[in-house]
């Protein structure tokens, strides 16, 4: 159980270990907790550590609790006796100290090398994702606007399935180029736009769908709202959203979303990883309600959301 395939378990239980070492007191495990606030630690790397704690049942939670068992205590001393014998402190102490670092945002510290390479890695990975949502959704003759859609995998996908839909990306310089190259290389008709997704400024008309895949997670409820604002110029009465990512039924499921939350609100601090009951918080901000939701596979899933106001 304790080896490098369980990587998130391990980083979740040092995490756990560094904050219970700095307590001065019985720790509570709350962001009230005099220790959580002097670290600095945001809402989101706390919730995230106990989630997985909670779904490897490495500590016990009910009715908004948290109890460590003996029996679990054991486990925890085992897992960094583990990794003090594999001699990988130095990567956890890194990875803990990035939690701490109040700018730590995971495309800031990317070379342009670095972006460009990762924009061809997502490619093919969200190209494979955009085959299972075509299966969901019809976008014959619409018009789509995708934010952050990175090298365009998703919409590739997408317009393969739906040649006559418009197609739109917005993104930053070097997405954008990568996603020029795929497009000639795929034959695809879509539409690059260099552009700033917090303060969108794009052609005058209306879409019919607007895409966020792997995107709201990034960022804390207030960028996400200017986000979503920033998109109320392009939107109809019959504009829906459709929101991809890694979207938990409730706190501690699905077990395979949850294991990813720790390194997502680590590498970007505020990001966080949201329940259905969340996001329909976040998006009554401007007015759209939950319409349905699907599982797209043991990660992901699709939200699709629509005006509160839409009468069918």
């Known amino acids: ?45 706390i919730k995230a550590m106990m989630r997985i704690l909670v779904v490897s049942r490495m500590i016990d939670h009910k009715t ?13 001393k085992q897992i960094l006796e583990n990794i003090q014998s594999r001699n990988q402190k130095h990567h956890f102490d890194a990875f803990y100290d990035k939690a701490l670092n109040r700018s730590q945002f995971f495309f800031n510290d990317l ?3 670095e972006y460009e390479i990762y924009s061809k890695c997502n490619f093919p990975i969200t190209r494979k994702t955009g085959t299972r949502i075509s299966e969901h959704i019809d976008l014959s003759n619409k018009k789509v606007l995708e934010l952050g859609g990175n090298s365009g995998g998703l919409g590739t996908a997408l317009v393969e399935q739906y040649e006559d839909c418009s197609y739109t990306i917005v993104d930053t310089e070097i997405p954008c180029k990568v996603g020029n190259e795929y497009k000639r290389l795929n034959e695809v008709d879509m539409t690059f736009i260099e552009g700033d997704i917090f303060d969108l400024e794009l052609p005058c008309e209306i879409y019919d769908y607007v895409i966020l895949m792997n995107l709201l997670h990034d960022f804390d409820d207030e960028k ?45 601090r505020g990001g966080k990883q949201r329940t259905l009951e969340e ?14 939701s699907i599982r797209v596979d043991s990660v992901h899933g699709m939200l699709m959301m629509r005006l509160e106001t839409e009468v069918y």
């Open 1 to 45: 159980m304790y080896n490098d395939t369980f990587m998130e378990l391990n980083e979740a239980v040092y995490f756990f270990s560094m904050i219970n070492s700095n307590a001065e007191g019985p720790l509570t495990i709350t962001l009230d907790d005099p220790t959580v606030k002097k670290l600095g630690m945001t809402a989101s790397v």
């Open 64 to 76: 908004g609790s948290y109890l460590l068992t003996d029996e679990q205590s054991e486990k925890h």
């Open 111 to 113: 070379s342009n090398a």
């Open 224 to 268: 996400c709202v200017r986000i979503l604002n920033s998109c109320k110029g392009y939107l109809g009465a019959k504009t829906k959203f459709i929101i991809i990512e890694d979207i938990l039924i409730n706190e501690f499921e699905p077990k395979e979303a949850v294991m990813h939350g720790l390194r997502l609100s680590v590498e970007c």
């Open 279 to 292: 996001f329909s918080n976040l998006f009554s901000s401007i007015g759209y309600k939950l319409d349905y």
